[in-house]
């Protein structure tokens, strides 16, 4: 076998690769990557059993055959080849890498021990990849890092005919977007590291989505991915987005996200970076205290509601968060000082997120 590949090409496949490939595993032959030629370059792929990954590197391939080897290591080889073009030829048990002035030997695995990975060859439905990715980026802060429910740990899917909608929480704080729809029925939960994966892919274009048992198929122009779902039931995430609304207050996102991150600066660590939200008279006056002293800060708003004045608390990093997607102007609606707020723009982002404000 012998294969003239690019370098940047095979390097940037293999970064991927890399992320989903495990270092060390109880079981080694999961820790290599599977290289399989064809007539139009090669194909590499790997798995953590939790999700499947295949790139798709252009190259000039003579006498193709499947071979698998360590993946980290192969990597770093080729990241640090002199050369622009790499050549690789396979030897019995090895295969030899050679570029500039560089020649590599490296020993081939067992490939009747590698796992084997399928695609399907058909999609369901298409979506556009950057909306995709703008709604996973705009709500994977929300997923829980530890939670008493494993769903917390992904990221929800609604699939209706006229629109997708992604949804995170981790109990303290919701976001979700939606986005034109699909075409299609399903509910669905993607682990948040799954996501993440998936995220990175994402670039022009349609994306392909083909659903199986436990299990969603993408499929990007060069890179494919089988991802185990996350079993069990979302929770009904629409009951605490709030209704009665007592006050509502508007001004620019940038605005308030430059001020929470200034005033939160003297935040007490220890009382989940604290900062007071007090809205009165057309006025938003934030405060933080902490060991080492006190900040404060006025900003001038649009105020409406029943209330003429309200007083709530927040963790700073988790307005930060929910402030994070948004251009233009927040809507901050308040339905009560231990009850949930609502953040969202006035554009048709389709974007939202709801905060649990810190009781005292």
Known sequence: MQIQVTKKFLSDALSTLERVIPARSNNPVLSYVKIQPSDRGIFL?????????ESFVP???????????????????VRNLPGELVEINLNQNEITLTSGGSNFKLQTGDLSAFPEIQFPSHADVEMDARELNRSLSSVRYATATEAFQQVFRGIKFELRAKQVRLVASDGFRLALRDFAGSGVDKNLIVPAKSADELNRILKEGLVK????????????????????????EFPDYERVIPSNI?????????????????????????????VEFLVSES???????????????????????????ISLGFNAKFVSDALGPMEGDVVLQLSGVTTPALFKTTDESGYLAVVVPLRI
């Open 283 to 309: 006025k938003l006056q934030l405060i933080a205290e902490g060991d080492y002293g006190r900040a404060q800060e006025v900003l001038e708003v649009l105020q409406e509601g029943s209330e003429p004045a």
């Open 45 to 53: 792929s790997g798995t953590n059993l939790e999700l499947d990954m």
């Open 59 to 77: 190259a000039q391939v003579e006498n193709g055959q499947a071979v698998i080897v360590p993946a980290h290591l192969f990597a770093q080889i």
């Open 209 to 232: 989505l083909t659903f199986g048992d436990h299990l969603l198929s993408v499929a990007s122009e060069r890179t494919k991915m089988n991802i185990k779902l996350l079993d069990g």
């Open 246 to 274: 007592k006050v509502t207050v508007q001004l620019p996102a940038s605005k308030l996200k430059e001020a929470v991150s200034r005033v939160a600066v003297l935040a007490d660590k220890n009382a989940n970076n604290r």
